[in-house]
């Protein structure tokens, strides 16, 4: 489980995170050879309800920033606790980041460990803010840490959102990739996408790879980092 309430936070944000029963699970992100971890990425597991029916009832009550610090602070902490010394791939909402007193915290309690060893996953809902981007990219690049964006190919995050975010990873989501070694209309598109993201010095990552075929396929592609139940679940 984890606990909020040794850190120096503001009081109306530790009632908040109080009441959360959460813990997080890590799912690695493998190089091509698909044993050499790359990072791993901490998903949050609500004890009482699902991860997206907690989203819900915190955009209903317009309060998704408790889940911003909560995921933060509390994948750290678990990552901390597993002792990764690899990369940690930690989610966050396109709308909000930590506040500079927050941010302040943050720093001081996990700057050392995560210094030119993170990825803040911007992930695409509820809707995307240029300024708060603008402030998340700012403060992850001055710790020398990556920016990447979820669900490529599958909802707002697209070519037009890759080039207003210029992150240095982006996502294909599984929608894009499922079947794609028999699916000939798969393959142009993600040999295009694939292509244009390498143009632009952007590391590409197939998302929910099931299948061994699918890997072989995407490896054979170019494609240079892999996630999904083929070679490892969540943990």
């Not at 994948?75 to 597993?82: F, G, N, W």
């Not at 995050?157 to 499922?178: A, F, G, H």
């Amino acid at each position: 489980m984890i606990y909020y309430d040794h850190l120096p936070l503001d009081k109306e944000i530790l009632d908040a995170l109080g009441e959360l029963s959460i813990n997080y699970v890590f799912q690695p992100i493998f190089r091509p050879d698909g044993k050499t971890v790359f990072a791993w990425e901490a998903l949050m597991r609500p004890t009482e309800m699902t991860v997206m029916e907690l989203i819900n009832q915190y955009m209903e009550a317009d309060n998704l920033h408790v889940l911003e610090v909560a995921t933060l602070f509390g994948a750290m902490q678990a990552y901390t606790l597993r002792g990764y010394t690899e990369r940690v791939s930690v989610n966050s909402f396109p709308n909000d980041c930590l506040r500079p007193d927050e941010a302040e915290v943050f720093w001081e309690y996990y700057g050392d460990s995560i210094r030119g060893n993170m990825i803040i996953e911007n992930l695409e809902y509820p809707y995307f803010s240029y300024e708060v981007w603008k402030e998340k990219s700012r403060s992850v690049k001055s710790m020398n840490n990556l920016l990447a964006a979820d669900d490529f190919g599958s909802g707002i995050n697209d070519m037009e959102r890759v080039d207003i975010m210029q992150p240095d990873i982006v996502k294909l989501d599984r929608e894009l990739l499922s079947g794609i070694d028999h699916d000939p209309e798969k393959q142009n598109q993600v040999k295009r996408f694939v292509f244009e993201l390498h143009s632009k010095n952007i590391l590409v990552v197939a998302e929910g790879v099931e299948q061994k075929e699918e890997f072989d396929y995407l490896v054979g592609l170019g494609v240079d980092l892999f996630q999904g139940f083929y070679l490892a679940k969540p943990a």
